[in-house]
Nanobody, 122 residues
Framework: QVQLVESGGGLVQPGGSLRLSCAAS????????MGWYRQAPGKERELVAR???????NYADSVKGRFTISSDNAKKTIYLQMNTLKPEDTAVYYC????????????????WGRGTLITVSS
């Protein structure tokens, strides 16, 4: 029905930059919001950044000033520009979307990507 495909994960040195992409496809009537979550080893999944269809954004305190989320509504794609990366940013990053797949739905439902691993190490 709906698929979220992440790309851009990999190994980067501390202080470096990386950009993640997440493209949504399938039976989509409306994307209410999309965002990025991450889960580090031994920790719970946490919100990294989120953007609504209207362009409103929200960031975790730990990434404010370093990460920027953006969207291309025509491409149904979001991006996460990650700068000044730190070892503590190491985690599996998951794309999330709140999507309506039918005009008859009262509201959207949550969808998740498979995740992409970001490793920040020298």
């Amino acid at each position: 029905q709906v698929q979220l495909v992440e790309s851009g994960g990999g190994l980067v040195q501390p202080g470096g930059s990386l950009r993640l992409s997440c493209a949504a496809s399938g039976s989509i009537v409306r994307i209410n919001a999309m965002g990025w979550y991450r889960q580090a080893p031994g920790k719970e999944r946490e919100l990294v950044a989120r953007i609504t269809s209207g362009g409103s954004t929200n960031y975790a305190d730990s990434v404010k000033g370093r990460f920027t989320i953006s969207s291309d509504n025509a491409k149904k794609t979001i991006y996460l520009q990650m700068n000044t990366l730190k070892p503590e940013d190491t985690a599996v990053y998951y794309c999330n979307a709140d999507i309506k797949t039918s005009p008859f739905q009262q509201w959207g439902m949550d969808y998740w990507g498979r995740g992409t691993l970001i490793t920040v190490s020298s």
